[in-house]
């Protein structure tokens, strides 16, 4: 990763002079030792952004530490940490390695000097540019947090995300409310509060609470944005009872019983507070784990509650004095304004598939180039933001994460090409990016003529049909997901167990009083943790308490009702989750990337209970979303703790909005139940077609009715594709040996074998239309704007993620209410341009089957 040096024209004042970067080995410790100590101070204010206050703040500190004990810590906890400056970390090695100046350390007085102030900088702010730019390495616990003003504002926000997120979660095209939103409608109304309300209170425990504490401040406006953003998803158990529900689907009315739908809600809801309560040590305290998504949500918070304005060095030689405010505003609207053209005026511009456009007949240009259900092999693919953000986010995601997804997407976009050139799998009958199932005739698969009354799997009508086959971008989504799970395990074991060791010697000194202090040792060089040492911590029993309650509610659920699966599945889910969720988490803290165990539990769940969709969506649902709340509480804690929030106050600022909006999303599911023709294709009321739903059904009957046996087991059509459990642990472990016998070399430090086997996981049913724009931005950002202006980058990047991202979202709802639920629409060449080409109507096939024939086994030739 680039260092970001502020070019020689542009310096920041408040930077220390740069000189020609230490690229010495400390072997000739004598010789180098000059060297060292001379370009040592140059190479921190190059790599580190450092500020006249940070040097002397940090020279106050220094002489307390112990030198070689902290930067052995510092080097064990960082070498694997790519967004760590590489520099540091190759000047802490060689030091490290240098004999000469332990054994004779009054001789290299000033080198161990320099040394601990190099320390103390690391030890005394995060080391990472991208956190230090948003988030203040000091806190006035004296703020008020926890007053009437936010807790009304937060339970009054959630409680209307709760609604239009549950209401339009069944409607195509789908309508949601987002964190950033709310954050802009809280501010205005805080402030609003603070100067109309009076400052009336009463005094509980010795502490007074005031309708009017003072003025609105950044912690307020956390808790409230921390509150509501637990009612931005839906409950997952939601998917199940609607297709249990439904007539065209399982057709169980007594799935519409609200206690029923209540107690899994609340039991999948709150079951990953336990795991990301008790997971803290790992993916919360440890300064690695900087969860990048998390930046543009308080890079927001601070530009509302701006101190200052520092001037910084910036592009055309000038100082740029524009406030955080000011800027937000100005992205705001520039994407405001802008949306208006590729989703309204000119919307050929958003899918931008011009190549399709030219030869709308050619298969060939359809397959490789298409947008729709080709691989989008293009290279100017969209105008549009919505498609650059759609899979990763370029200003906040790392540089690493989003070069290495792409080329790991690239690379397995060539295999799907060969796969599907060379009719492997029979995938040459169907379109090439498809993320439904089709039948030996080259039709969508009817899975109506598979199943019983219970919609349970009858043989003898499977025998008589077709086995289920899967597009060729499917094959590889699947094997790509093989990988990453093998692979993950790999990467926590060999890159991070020394972290994941420490993490479970401090969770069980956590339960001994007497060893607290000593466990919390290690996380003091964390600047936010020893910040945080001000609060009262929230004790393990209390998450224990929450993991039991929900564990019993899940299994009341799953015992009481005729849901023929047994309450087991809950600690399935348990278990699973706590193998995977720590060095998924790690991966998802320190590259914005989600190793999602959606397959793992689908595949596991439908061989334990082959034949029964309904009992592997629980297995799904408590394998899978066990996992996934943990991680996502786990990143809300880290804004907390980021924003120095009581962790006692963030408990109950997650527990309550998630009580809240559950019942909100169960209550809005039951009212659509009631509606007439509701979920039906054509003629759905408020257009509640149920698209998801849809999708979750067909993944219901093909893991679970069918099941992975038949498809992955032995002679199944794709057991070729278990070759990547292997393969995942194979290529880590690789990586990781290249990494060890050449630690020096910059390619393999910043290639992240995991992400890069992620690639392989996008393409179903997106294609590279969705990954390749943000490589160029993303580039010019990191690459550009942060080497070259590194102090405007610090100041502008993550302000102009959540500027852009808040104005297509405003602008998204307004032509959606105002426009398109109107049935609004301009009839032009413009908008109707993204229909031409093969690939749009998915009939891009490379090898069509006439009606009537088939391929691959016939009647009673399969099992």
Known sequence: MPGGAVSNDTKDPGVLDEKAPFDASVQDAVASETELGDTNNAAIGRDLI????????ARETAASYTLEDILTLVHSRHKHDLNFPSAIILRIRDFLDNEFIF??????????DDMKIETALIVNNSPYASVRAVVDNHDDPTLPVSTIRAWVMGIVFSAAVAFINAFFSIRLPQIGVGNNIVQLLAYPLGKFMEKTLPDWGITLFGVRHSLNPGPFNKKEHMLISLMSAISTTQPYTNNIAWIQFLPAFFNQPWAKSFSYQILIALSTNFIGYGLAGLCRRFLVYPSYCAWPLTLVTIALNAAFHADSNQPVPGPFKRLWTTSRFKFFALAFLAMFLWFWVPNFFFTGLSIFSWIAWIAPTNKTVGIITGAYSGLGFNPVPTFDWAIVIADIEPLITPIFTTLNLFFGG?????VILAIYYTDGFHSSHFPIISNSPFDRFGLPYNVS???DSRGILDAEKYVAYSPPYIAAGNIITNFGFFTIYTGALTYGFLYHRHDVIRGFRSLFDSFRPSRRDEAAEGEALDVHNRLMKAYKEVPEWWYLIVLAVSIVLGCVALDHYPTYTSPGVVFFGIALALIFVVPTGIILAMT?????????SEFIGGSWVEGNALSMCYFKTFGYITCSHALHFSADLKIAHYLKIPPRITFFAQMIPTLLSTFICVAVVQFQMGLDNVCALQGAPFSFSCPNQRSFFTAAVLWGTVGPKRLWGANGTYTATLAGFPIGVAVVVAFWALGKKFPRNSFLRNAHPVVLLYGGCIWNPINLIYIWPAVP?????WLFVKVRYLAFWAKYNYILSAGLSSGLAISALIQFFGLTYQNVYLDWWGNTVN???CDIFGQCILNPLAPGESFGPGPGEFQ
């Open 592 to 600: 914005g990337i989600e190793v999602s165990l959606n397959v793992l």
């Open 835 to 837: 229909l031409k080409g």
């Open 410 to 414: 690239f690379f397995f976009g060539l």
């Open 103 to 112: 054994d004779n350390p009054e001789k290299h007085q000033k080198l161990i």
């Open 777 to 781: 931005v993303a580039c010019f950002s």
């Open 449 to 451: 003529r598979i199943v």
């Open 50 to 57: 450092v500020t006249e206050d940070d040097l002397l703040e």
